[in-house]
């Protein structure tokens, strides 16, 4: 990514001093997240994270309810005039690996990280809640605060939207609204584009059956390892000749296993991997391709193929003019300097476009390079090393109580 987009401050009194705001809850914001961290749990089923943020929520004048399929929170802050409904969403899972950060606050559950900031998340939009409820009187309308388990693959999306997430309030939230904590941007910084933001991501596995034989007389056999190994290279190059140019497009092989020692030719081979897209068309082309290529070369080689395609997320599309909006809110609340117009989508995946196939709204990420380091060079989301700048929660936590304040303007 380059440097940040210079974008016209907008000054708007509404704004003024939520920033300030935030920052006065810095304490309580980092607490929370670092409670969190030290326990992380993953999937659908987060019961302390969920204590956690009903614990923090306790007190303030929302309508709070827990999902029946899964540990979410769904919590309704109605302002003081009628209006309509906005969304604003934190993932709460963490990811099943080890951490070695180096933090003192670092995961206490053997295997299992906050790897990708979803407690950063959960802390940034509780304390936006306590900020907003302290400005209800300013809000025509209501907020729906989306707390979700399992967007690690695990669609927890798409079972709160099942549950009446998008309901809430009692109509239909019109504008939706996320952020993503990101150690490769400059801290602070709010980036996002019109359009496709992020990828995708479906997965296949594929399985080569043959006959196992000596590895000495391979013309007794039917040998499934150089048809597995013709397969991987023939993926790549589909994609260069099966999808157009201009429509991206990621197919990667992750997993190739065969075989228990060498002179054994296996009687089969397995592969595994992901499929990346920003467009549903060229996703479904690649469904569809993928298996026939590979039971194609299977069947030249004398061999038998299962192929399949799993469906996981779609492609995260934001709704231009709300994401031109997120970044003059940008400026206006954070500074010209702390904006950034992403030129490309990444291609990476996210739940939250299921929220956003439904509402029209934007995903942004949120700068939180580590102090001193370089954002080109820091440990990356997903990474065991993983680190964030805290002070760059107070930026979400302004960020998301300006995006109400700005939909539900009276």
Do not use: K
């Not at 979803?118 to 907020?143: I, N, P």
């Not at 075989?259 to 296996?266: A, K, L, Y």
């Amino acid at each position: 990514m380059t440097g940040p987009t210079e974008l016209p401050s907008l000054p708007d009194a509404r704004f003024a001093g939520l920033l300030g705001e935030a920052r006065a809850r810095h304490a309580e914001t980092v607490a929370l997240r670092r409670a969190i961290h030290r326990n992380p749990e993953t999937g659908l089923q987060v019961p302390g994270t969920q204590r956690a943020v009903l614990d923090a929520l306790d007190g303030l004048p929302l309508q709070v309810s827990t999902g029946r399929t899964t540990t979410s929170v769904t919590a309704v802050l109605r302002g003081a005039r009628p209006g309509p409904a906005v969304l604003l969403r934190a993932d709460m899972d963490a990811l099943p690996m080890p951490e070695d950060s180096g933090e003192e606050f670092a995961s206490e559950v053997d295997g299992v990280m906050h790897a990708c900031g979803h407690d950063t998340h959960v802390a940034m939009l509780v304390s936006a809640a306590r900020l907003l409820a302290a400005h209800a009187d300013e809000l025509a309308g209501s907020v729906v605060f989306m707390f979700q388990p399992g967007e690690e693959g695990h669609h927890g999306a798409r079972h709160m939207i099942h549950e009446g997430v998008l309901d809430a309030a009692g109509a239909r939230v019109e504008s939706a609204f996320a952020l993503h904590t990101y150690a490769n941007l400059p801290s602070g910084t709010i980036a996002t584009r019109p359009g496709p933001v992020l990828a995708s991501a479906d997965t296949f596995s594929v399985e080569v059956i043959g006959a196992g034989g000596h590895a000495s007389m391979p013309h007794n056999a039917i040998d499934p390892v150089p048809a597995a190994a013709e397969i991987v290279t023939a993926l790549q190059t589909m994609v260069t000749r099966r999808v157009n140019v201009f429509e991206p497009a990621v197919v990667t092989t992750t997993r190739i296993a065969a075989g228990t020692t060498d002179n054994v030719i296996p009687e089969s081979a397995e592969l595994a991997g992901t499929i990346r897209t920003l467009s549903e068309d060229t996703r479904a082309r690649l469904r569809t391709e993928l298996p026939r290529l590979c039971e194609s070369i299977g069947a030249a080689h004398g061999c038998r193929v299962g192929a399949n395609v799993r469906p996981g997320f779609p492609a995260t599309h934001t709704e231009p003019a709300r994401s031109e909006r997120a970044l003059e809110l940008a400026a206006d609340v954070l500074g010209a300097d702390h904006t950034h117009r992403m030129p490309d989508p990444v291609m990476g995946a996210e739940d939250f476009s299921y929220v956003l196939q439904r509402v029209p709204g934007t995903f942004a990420f949120l700068g939180a390079c580590p102090p001193g380091e370089d954002p080109a060079q820091a440990a990356p989301n997903h990474s065991n090393r993983v680190r964030y700048d805290e002070t760059a929660l107070d930026h979400g936590v302004a960020m998301y109580a300006a995006w109400a304040l700005d939909v539900l303007r009276p």
